[in-house]
């Protein structure tokens, strides 16, 4: 099997990231993760990509040309396809034209319910009955292109931001490697 060439995005703890790995280091999965990009210098999620060797960059979006950055990356890398895997910052329109359907998102709630940030105070606060998560194909509007994958369970009335945010992630571990598989097995 030709592995797909992929980056992934992240901000933060990056337990996602450490799943995707271990899911691609099996022979039968659809993509290689060759490149990790954070916007944080310190997201604990950089350990895995040191952990396991892949190549990983910083990029400083405050600078105005960090667009560009990220792109040259992509091209030497010769990425080809892209995961966000809690990355916290807005993919521009350029970067979406250059890699049309080939960017993914994973998003802590039943899209399209709760779109964008501080997702579980909001899901207790309107009293849903059952949440999850969502992959989705990213577009130029937030949280808004097509489902690929999603997963839900029940809220029980003890449930706070915590345990629901626990919930969610053991649901994403699952989500996000069949979003990879679905995608690729269709293509
Ligand atoms: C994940 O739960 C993901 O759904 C969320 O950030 C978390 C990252 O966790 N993404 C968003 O909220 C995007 N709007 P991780 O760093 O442990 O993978």
Same mark, same amino acid.
């Given at each position: %099997? *030709? !592995? ?31 490149? *990790? ?50 990355? %916290?910052?807005?993919?521009?329109? !350029?970067?979406?034209?250059?890699? !049309? ?33 969502? *992959? ?43 979003? *990879? ?7």
């Amino acid at each position: %099997m *030709v !592995k797909r060439r992929t980056c992934v995005f992240i901000s933060g703890k990056g337990s996602n990231l450490n799943n995707l790995i271990s899911h691609s280091r099996k022979s039968n999965f659809p993509i290689k993760i060759c490149l *990790v990009i954070s916007d944080n210098k310190k997201a604990k999620g950089i350990i895995y990509a040191k952990k396991y060797k892949i190549p990983y960059i910083f990029i400083n979006t405050n600078l105005t040309n960090y667009e560009n950055k990220i792109i040259l990356n992509l091209k030497k890398y010769k990425i080809s396809f892209i995961c966000l895997a809690g990355y %916290m910052k807005i993919i521009s329109g !350029k970067l979406i034209n250059i890699y !049309k359907k080939k960017i993914i998102n994973i998003h802590p709630s039943l899209l399209p319910k709760f779109k964008g940030l501080n997702t579980f105070s909001r899901i207790l606060k309107n009293k849903e009955v059952k949440t999850g998560c969502t *992959v989705h194909y990213v577009n130029e509007k937030l949280d808004s292109g097509n489902i690929i994958t999603q997963k839900f369970f029940y809220i029980k009335s003890g449930n706070n931001e915590q345990t629901l945010k626990e919930n969610t992630q053991k649901l994403e571990y699952k989500a996000f490697p069949e979003a *990879v598989i679905k995608i690729f097995r269709y293509n």
